[in-house]
């Protein structure tokens, strides 16, 4: 595992915590598709104990509890586990909610019927331990499920690229990596869990389209949630960032609709223990 200095800053806390509401704003409703194929894919219901890792503002987990399921939500920010809470309050959901790292659960073996990281263990700097927790915690014969964005199927930071070398012509992207894209294919998620021990491994690949109600205003708020972007953002003058907003306003509208969409492909990964 890393030290602090060479992780990227969306394999630490920081990267995630102050940003929190603007990430549950703009950006869960872009995982909220994948959560309910996830729900599905895992075969969760009335009675089912399922574990969340990584689970953000709580996508799967909401949609998890929906079906009955008791649930447990973790996640390394403190930002996100606090809006975490609020929305199990709010929803009235029979579970609860922990900070923890996912690398290493402070959680009994054995103690849960299904559990997942969607979209959350692509950030861990030793993603086997991640997938090595999420199966201590799990039953014989219970579910585990990892979600990953597919390298070339998900528009979003391919557009905001794009949108930002309007502003900067020839403007390098930070990272030639980014690091979510890690498991971006297909054989690379699946050996990392048949590795580490599942079987009958499958992985499906599920495309969705999110709606953009304001796009320019979504561009704007990117660097609060995307922490790896947000010196360049940083960078830009008033008029550069107008710009910018505008072209991917442009990029992701059609035909004189104000409403963007945005596409994405992922790949959903999940064995049995
Ligand atoms: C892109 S968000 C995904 C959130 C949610 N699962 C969803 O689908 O909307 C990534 C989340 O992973 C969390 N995260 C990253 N590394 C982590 C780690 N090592 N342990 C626990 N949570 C981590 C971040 O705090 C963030 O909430």
Request: charged share 20%; hydrophobic share 50%.
């Amino acid at each position: 595992m890393g030290t602090a200095t060479d992780l990227s800053p969306d394999q630490l806390p920081s990267g995630w915590t102050d940003g929190a509401g603007e990430y549950d704003t703009w950006f869960a409703p872009v995982t909220r598709g994948f959560a309910a194929d996830a729900v599905e894919l895992l075969g969760l219901g009335p009675g089912s104990r399922f574990l969340d890792v990584a689970a953000g503002t709580g996508a799967l987990a909401l949609a998890a509890a929906a079906t009955g399921a008791s649930v447990v939500a973790t996640d390394f920010a403190p930002g996100m586990v606090a809006l975490l809470a609020e929305r199990f309050a709010d929803a009235g959901v029979d579970g609860s909610v922990a900070r923890m790292d996912g690398q290493a659960l402070d959680l009994p073996d054995a103690s849960f019927d299904a559990a997942a990281s969607l979209f959350g263990l692509i950030f861990f700097p030793d993603m086997a331990a991640g997938v090595r927790e999420l199966l201590r915690v799990v039953r014989p014969g219970g579910r585990v499920l990892v979600g990953a964005w597919h390298r070339s199927g998900f528009s979003l930071p391919f557009a905001v690229m794009r949108a930002l070398r309007t502003a900067v012509p020839g403007l390098r992207p930070p990272q030639e990596e980014p690091v979510p894209f890690r498991l971006g294919d297909r054989a690379g998620l699946e050996s990392l869990l048949t590795e580490a021990g599942l079987r009958d491994v499958r992985v499906e690949v599920a495309t969705h389209v999110a709606e953009v109600a304001d796009p320019a205003a979504m561009f704007r708020a990117v660097p609060l949630w995307a922490a790896p972007l947000k010196p360049v953002f940083d960078a830009l003058s008033p008029e550069q960032l107008d710009r910018a907003a505008f072209a991917f306003a442009e990029q992701i509208t059609a035909g004189g609709d104000p409403v963007g969409r945005l596409p994405g492909t992922a790949l959903l990964g999940v064995g049995v223990r």
